[in-house]
């Protein structure tokens, strides 16, 4: 009996010397997003034309008072990575390239970057890296813009206005005037500030027309999921009068 007292008696202790149990560590965090980002002026033609090709992620076209064409890509990862997936992001982001191209009085930007076919990735999305534009031209310019997918915004242009987009959003801000606007949304809707002639019908879409002067400024905006919003800019009221001081 006394031999079994002391053994629980050391039992005990041994116990009571154990360390405390530690708390969950938190898993190692990644590095940092690998960026690129590059900005580019050239000349562009008086009156002319600037085509997007394959444009994709967040895209946006700004008027400017300035007679070149600034553009400003940035591709970034879609996570931060470290090692050696940092090397492959490093690679895949070499592997995305946009390059310029002027023909005549049309300046054309062109993306191509390796995807991913839908139907292995149906919800992952159709490319491993996030890419934005930022892109200033002169207002009186017309613009076309062929996007592949995310977010396409035009702000305070003159010119004629040609975009589509399969998947993401399309916004248009322009200051007061008379605009001739096409706009349709196969699955999403258009919402817009002007006046217009709007139908929405199941399975046909939602379609917005607004016919003006013939010489107004014209818009074609498609979208095959998303939505379209055209919104008429606020221009700044005059300053008032100062009235003369009396003596």
Not at 95 to 121: A, M, N, Q, Y
Not at 151 to 176: N, Q
Request: aromatic share 4%.
């Amino acid at each position: 009996m006394i031999r079994t007292l002391i053994g629980l008696g050391l039992c005990c202790l041994l116990r009571a010397s154990d360390p405390a149990p530690q708390a969950p560590q938190r898993p190692p965090q990644l590095g940092e997003k690998v960026q690129v980002s590059k900005t580019e002026r050239s000349d562009f033609p008086s009156g002319g034309a600037l085509h997007l090709r394959h444009s994709i992620g967040e895209l946006t076209i700004e008027g400017w008072d300035e007679a070149g064409l600034e553009i400003t890509t940035i591709k970034s990862s879609k996570v931060g990575v470290e090692g050696h997936e940092r090397d492959k992001a490093v690679k895949l982001l070499d592997s995305v390239k946009i390059s310029t191209e002027r023909k005549g009085d049309e300046v054309t930007v062109s993306t191509s970057f390796p995807e991913h076919r839908r139907i292995l990735r149906p919800f992952e999305g159709r490319t491993d890296f996030d890419l934005e534009y930022r892109i200033k031209v002169p207002r009186n310019a017309k613009v076309t813009v062929e996007h592949t997918m995310g977010e396409v915004h035009i702000d305070d242009m003159r010119g004629e206005i040609h975009a589509t987009d399969e998947m993401g959003l399309i916004t248009v801000r322009v200051p007061d005037g008379q605009y001739a606007i096409d706009a349709k949304s196969k699955l999403g809707a258009v919402n817009s500030d002007f006046l217009g002639d709007e139908k929405s019908r199941k399975w046909l879409g939602h379609t917005f027309l607004a016919n003006p002067p013939a010489n107004a400024q014209k818009m074609f905006l498609r979208i095959e999921r998303g939505d379209i919003i055209v919104i008429q800019m606020h221009q700044p009221a005059p300053p008032a009068p100062v009235a003369p001081s009396g003596k």
